[in-house]
């Protein structure tokens, strides 16, 4: 028994080693979000002040601060210097956490096979595999949202069997996590983790439980760990924060969205995109669970409720973005998990199982003709012209760009079209030898080749039009000492982490002409390129010196004469 779970502990370590942790530093840092938190830590860490977070030294209250401490505590092993490997560190580890609290607090709950399963399937999941990459908030709040999810549920499950100790320690480890969940992304914490539970405590005709949830010394913990520095900023900043966070990042961004606004429907597709390859098991165990004729489990009912209670929230908000749902990925892992248990144990009938299968099997299918597509250079163009007019400005500048990707890697990308198309081939075979482990095994490898495959061909190609550092590069050679640079309409974020430098945002093109600055002849302006005819109107003379066509974005440098 102790071999097995060493086995077990082993794979899922080296499947979080290819998905997440291999050559995380080898790419940039590329989006605002990811430059703009790496920056916000670092001014943490040259200030001192970790309280108050501030970006190019303006109080920035968007976001608490927990993944901002994270990634400072992350630079002690790069000499406190933020960069690519402290700032995605935690992301990482997020990830692995994650997949072991899926596996070790499953314990006694589900099969030993069925949490082994679940780990899997939450490490190969696209979307938060991705995610786990990126300097971002989502997978640390995700990850404990989850495990606040999976302590509740194991309380919940053992109860009876449960000293008065060690219900006291079950109730305040899920008050912590809890609380370190809004210390992480704010009240959204609280609403998606209370109400997971008490849609599952209604389901399951329980709701008096909740008062078995209560315990004085875990309120306040929480109240103490996930409010303090909300009440500290309170007496601090006063109004200011208040203003700020709640009433605009919080309040305005969920019922107005001044940005990401998209409509209602908008996660049905992020969802089954971001949760692939799996989603079709995902919504079969659904299925299983709802029309099976014994009641469904109570941890599927749970994880189902927790499922509804995060798509259902963030759909309702006005803003959207895809990481918004990563939460409901581990109880969506658990049911996906327990689909195929119950399948290998001759729980259901086969029909559901088959249908998922097939549809695999056309998707990694399809998938490989898609790569055949982009092979063929006659069958690339055609597709190049038929999608041209919907592509974005970055996508179309992408596009041509992949022809460098596919001559550097035409044995690779041959076999990855072949090991597609034989994966469609082997899970009908599987499923027809009654091999249904052997299903879920196979996707999972498949997705670590993909993996591998994306990080040492893929990713470089596009690095080199996501990030900002040559271009920050350039500017440090061109500029003086501590010159400061004037920003118009482009966001300043990653040239502020790669430049290092001070940055001044205008609010119109027009206040160029109030700037004075000592010590210098010249006003150094980055902005889209198409504004540059504007300073002729303006009767300034300027010389654009170079320019960048990152992400969306045709910035340029340009030099004004004072």
């Known amino acids: 028994m102790k071999k097995h ?36 830590a670092q001014e943490m860490i040259l200030s001192g002040d970790f309280l108050i977070p501030r970006f190019n030294g303006v109080f920035t209250p ?51 096979q069925a949490r082994f399963f679940a780990s899997l399937i ?8 991705w995610m786990s990459r990126v300097a971002q908030i989502d997978p640390l709040f995700s990850v404990l949202v989850g495990i606040s999810y999976l302590i509740f549920f194991r309380f919940y499950n053992f109860y009876e069997n449960l000293q008065k100790k060690q219900r006291s320690l079950y109730l305040l480890s899920f008050y912590v996590f ?35 949830i209560l315990n004085l010394w875990g309120i306040l913990i929480f109240i103490f760990l996930g409010g303090g520095w909300y009440f500290a900023l309170m007496i601090t900043k006063g109004m200011d924060f208040v203003s ?66 995060v798509f259902l929230f963030f759909s309702i908000s006005k803003s959207k973005r895809g990481v918004y749902i ?27 199982f088959r249908v998922s299968t097939y549809l695999n099997a056309i998707f990694f299918t399809c998938l490989g003709s898609l790569f055949f597509i982009f092979q063929n250079s006659f069958l690339r163009n055609k597709l190049y012209q038929t999608i041209q007019s919907r592509l974005s400005q970055f996508d179309r500048i992408m596009f041509p760009k992949i022809e460098a990707i596919i001559q550097q890697n035409q044995i690779f990308l041959s076999l990855i079209v072949l ?26 490898t498949v997705m670590i080749i993909i993996n591998i495959f994306f990080i040492h061909s893929i990713i470089p190609i596009f690095n080199r039009h996501r990030s900002l550092r040559t271009f920050a590069n350039k500017v440090n050679k061109t500029l003086k000492g501590n010159q400061p640079v004037y920003v118009f309409d482009t966001p300043p974020e990653d040239l502020i982490y790669y430049s290092g430098r001070k940055i001044e945002p205008l609010l119109k093109l027009e206040e160029i002409k109030d700037i004075s600055p000592k010590g210098y002849n010249n006003i150094f302006l980055f902005t889209r390129k198409n504004y540059a005819a504007s300073l002729e109107a303006l009767s300034f003379k300027y010389e654009i010196l170079f320019d960048t066509g990152i992400q969306h974005i045709e910035g340029v440098l340009i030099k004004i004469e004072k």
């Open 5 to 40: 779970f060493i086995i077990e502990i082993s794979f899922i370590v080296l499947i979080w080693f290819f998905m997440s942790f291999y050559k995380i530093s080898d790419r940039d840092l590329w989006s605002s979000g990811e430059t703009r938190d790496a920056r916000i």
């Open 419 to 444: 090991l597609l198309v034989l994966t469609g081939a082997l899970l009908l075979f599987l499923f027809y030898k009654n091999k249904f482990s052997g299903v879920l095994y196979s996707i999972v």
């Open 122 to 129: 939450f490490l190969t999941t696209y979307k938060f595999a």
């Open 178 to 212: 809890s609380a370190l969940a809004v210390l992480a992304k704010g009240p959204a914490g609280i609403v998606i983790i209370a109400g997971g539970i008490l849609l599952f405590l209604l389901l399951d005709r329980n709701i008096s439980f909740v008062f078995k």
């Open 62 to 112: 968007w976001k608490p601060p927990l993944f901002h401490w994270t990634e400072c505590m992350a630079s002690l092993l790069t000499e406190k210097q933020v960069n690519v490997f402290s700032s995605r560190l935690p992301s990482s580890l997020s990830f692995l956490i994650g997949a072991l609290a899926i596996y070790f607090l499953l314990s006694g709950i589900i099969t030993n």
């Open 326 to 352: 990563l939460p409901l990925y581990i109880p969506a892992a658990i049911i996906t998990a327990n689909f195929f248990s119950y399948v290998i144990n001759k729980e259901y009938s086969f029909s559901l």
């Open 244 to 309: 700020e966070f709640f009433i605009n990042q919080n309040m305005n961004r969920f019922l107005k969205a001044f940005d990401h606004k998209k409509p209602f429907n908008y996660f049905i597709t992020q969802f089954i995109g971001g949760f692939m390859p799996w989603t079709f098991f995902f919504l079969s165990g659904c299925l299983a669970g709802l029309f099976r004729k014994k009641k469904m489990s109570k941890i599927d009912l749970f994880s189902f409720s927790c499922v509804i209670v």
